[in-house]
T-cell receptor
């Protein structure tokens, strides 16, 4: 019940396209859902985060969509660029501090 | 650089030696977390500390691993008598007192020969 399932494992998108990464969870106590971007050899960098009281949050080209009833949330990257090529992790926490991470999605944006 | 600072970035140890990983939180952050990342996997929570207190170490292996966050100085993750299976990237994160969000350092990549 503590798992966060992330898909797809890898994703290839053309430049200018939309990248979509999905995550699903079971624990209804989760109340904070951040997304992180990680480049090789670097630490995860916070991209955007959402709480379940809103269904969508947008920051620049990045949007989180949240479906509380389905226990799913997704990251949309609009106008994907080669510089977006990285590994993306979703995570969830239950009002405490322990982040439960998905297994990651390796995104490659073709020029 | 006001980010989370980890050192060393790379650490090589032989089996049986000790590994010490250090983490300085972001300015103004009083909470520190350690995570471990195996190749091609997500990060797994290990321990959560505040100054001079271990709040939750439920993700730490029961033996050989310990962590501290002293009143002065960085947080230390210590692995005694390392084994090959300890090879991983160890990331530290810090947060303000309300726990959100966590900001990560660039990690220490530990290799065991």
């Amino acid at each position: 019940q503590q798992q966060v399932k992330q898909s797809p494992q890898s994703l290839i998108v053309q430049k200018g396209g939309i990248s979509i990464i999905n995550c699903a969870y079971e624990n209804t106590a989760f109340d904070y859902f951040p997304w992180y971007q990680q480049f090789p050899g670097k630490g995860p960098a916070l991209l955007i985060a959402i709480r379940p009281d809103v269904s969508e949050k947008k920051e620049g080209r990045f949007t989180i969509s949240f479906n509380k009833s389905a226990k799913q949330f997704s990251l949309h990257i609009m106008d994907s660029q080669p510089g977006d090529s990285a590994t993306y992790f979703c995570a969830a926490s239950s009002g405490t501090y322990k982040y439960i991470f998905g297994t990651g999605t390796r995104l490659k944006v073709l020029a | 650089n006001a980010g989370v600072m980890q050192n060393p970035r790379h650490l090589v140890r032989r089996r049986g030696q000790e590994a010490r990983l250090r983490c300085s939180p972001m300015k103004g952050h009083s909470h520190v977390y350690w995570y471990r990342q195996l190749p091609e996997e997500g990060l797994k929570f290990m321990v959560y500390l505040q100054k001079e207190n271990i709040i939750d170490e439920s993700g730490m292996p029961k033996e050989r691993f310990s962590a501290e966050f002293p009143k002065e100085g960085p947080s230390i993750l210590r692995i005694q008598q390392v084994v090959r299976g300890d090879s991983a990237a160890y990331f530290c994160a810090s947060s303000p007192p309300d726990n959100q969000p966590q900001h990560f350092g660039d990690g220490t990549r530990l290799s065991i020969l």
